[in-house]
Nanobody
Framework: QVQLEESGGGSVQAGGSLRLSCEVSGSTTSNYATMGWFRQYPGKEREGVAAIYTGSGRTYYADSVKARFTISQDHAKNTLSLLMIPVKPEDTAMYYC???????????????????WGQGTQVTVSS
């Protein structure tokens, strides 16, 4: 059974940093074509913020987080990470990691492009 567990969320002041981690169990990260981070505001649809092709390591970012967030993978540890620096109040959301088999760029930030999801970790940024 594949399970994803996020950690590292919490409260931080604007301008600070957070590192989110996602541990994959029941499978290995190298089995998947893509891994990604999504976030969801209350009452809103889940949106993709960062994604990585596991084979090439090529990364993609939403415009709202470009140059501030860095996605990375560690196949040896079966983990996916998201470094957020500097954070802004508008980054306040629930963050989810996901893994999948999609290889199409248009699917990188689509929920349908991912097969397995974590339960989420809350990030709260105060001004």
């Amino acid at each position: 059974q594949v399970q994803l567990e996020e950690s590292g969320g919490g409260s931080v002041q604007a301008g600070g940093s957070l590192r989110l981690s996602c541990e994959v169990s029941g499978s290995t990260t190298s089995n998947y074509a893509t891994m990604g981070w999504f976030r969801q505001y209350p009452g809103k649809e889940r949106e993709g913020v960062a994604a990585i092709y596991t084979g090439s390591g090529r990364t993609y970012y939403a415009d709202s987080v470009k140059a501030r967030f860095t996605i990375s993978q560690d196949h040896a540890k079966n983990t996916l990470s998201l470094l957020m620096i500097p954070v802004k109040p508008e980054d306040t959301a629930m963050y989810y990691c996901a893994v999948g088999f999609n290889r199409q760029p248009r699917g990188l930030f689509s929920r349908s492009g991912y097969a397995y999801w974590g339960q989420g970790t809350q990030v709260t940024v105060s001004s």
